[in-house]
């Protein structure tokens, strides 16, 4: 190990993380002075330091101790762990990430199908409903958007189908639950034919 080499290299990798000698150090378990002292041309490195520092910042050996080569040894953890943090990656979002890095191309090519799919029928089921044409051929009354139009409350006696609702449901998905059932109730009604 050239002496002054390890000593350059230690403050060009601090300065390329952009930490002060304090934060380099915490991140290693030593005080900025002792920081300062590995720096300094001259200033001896212990090899548990040189370990610590490969290990801690994910540093190739050689570049540290001689300068040669690449200064960051390109793990796929390490690779993943920049991204992650970079994109300020959640614990879930580096979950799905990795999952979806496993995949085959194929199979991600069939995640994507999936996805673009359930976005096809999400949105045509929020498609602008047209009221039926007026008999008196006056102006149409304006189209509304499936979410923009309110239905009533519905209480539990008032549900259409003697089904209960399932017990670990809240009280809002019983209500949508409700809702939906007397919607469908609706539909079923308005499209049979009425008998004279």
Request: charge should be negative; charged fraction near 30%.
């Amino acid at each position: 190990m050239k002496k002054n080499v390890i000593n350059a290299q230690i403050r060009k990798l601090r300065k390329a993380l952009k930490l002060n000698q304090t934060e380099f150090g915490e991140r290693i378990g030593l005080k900025s002075g002792a920081i300062g002292k590995m720096e300094k041309d001259g200033g001896t490195v212990i090899e548990q330091n040189i370990k610590l520092i490969c290990e801690k910042f994910n540093v190739r050996r050689e570049w540290l101790t001689e300068g040669a080569g690449e200064m960051l040894q390109e793990t796929e953890d390490f690779l993943f762990a920049s991204f992650a943090q970079r994109y300020e990656l959640s614990m879930d979002d580096q979950t799905l990430a990795r999952y979806l890095l496993r995949l085959t191309s194929e199979e991600r090519q069939l995640v994507v199908k999936h996805i673009l799919e359930m976005a096809d029928l999400i949105r045509k089921n929020r498609t602008v409903v047209e009221p039926p044409a007026p008999e008196n051929k006056k102006a149409a009354a304006p189209a509304m958007d499936a979410a923009a139009m309110s239905v009533p409350s519905v209480s539990e006696s008032d549900t259409p189908t003697d089904e209960p609702a399932p017990e670990n449901l809240t009280d809002e998905e019983k209500e949508i639950l409700r809702q939906l059932r007397l919607e469908k109730s609706t539909e079923t009604s308005a499209a049979s034919p009425s008998i004279a």
